[in-house]
């Protein structure tokens, strides 16, 4: 059963930007906190970002801060994840999630796309 789907991912200079998308189909996500984390080859997954059902309130890693932006249209019941002013280090399979609950402070997930590649190129 296909659980979320992302797509946007890419290859990209350094300095370039990517807008990152995930759906969810047959699922409702709007009662639902969201969050993108990120695998590099050899490293382990890490929080990229999140955001709550009503899109007032986002968390970032301090990594990314500054140049990524979570957003969310729950009548299209997907989540964006805009990345501006890229490095080599974002290089990564990003995947999205969606929380147990409405708040990103509930660290529990309880389903997860395949995700989609960005390689930075330097």
């Known amino acids: 059963q296909v659980q979320l789907v992302e797509s946007g991912g890419g290859l990209v200079q350094a300095g370039g930007s990517l807008r990152l998308s995930c759906v969810a189909p047959g699922r409702t996500i709007s009662t639902r906190a969201m969050g993108w984390f990120r695998q590099a080859p050899g490293k382990e997954r890490e929080f990229v970002s999140c955001?709550?059902?009503?899109?007032?309130?986002?968390a970032y890693a301090d990594s990314v801060k500054g140049r990524f932006t979570i957003s969310r249209d729950n009548a299209k019941n997907t989540v964006y994840l805009q990345m501006n002013s890229l490095k080599p280090e974002d290089t990564a399979v990003y995947s999205c999630t969606g929380y147990y609950g409405a708040s990103c402070s509930v660290k529990k997930y309880d389903y997860w796309g395949q995700g989609t590649q960005v390689t930075v190129s330097s």
């Open positions: 955001i709550n059902w009503t899109g007032g309130t986002t």
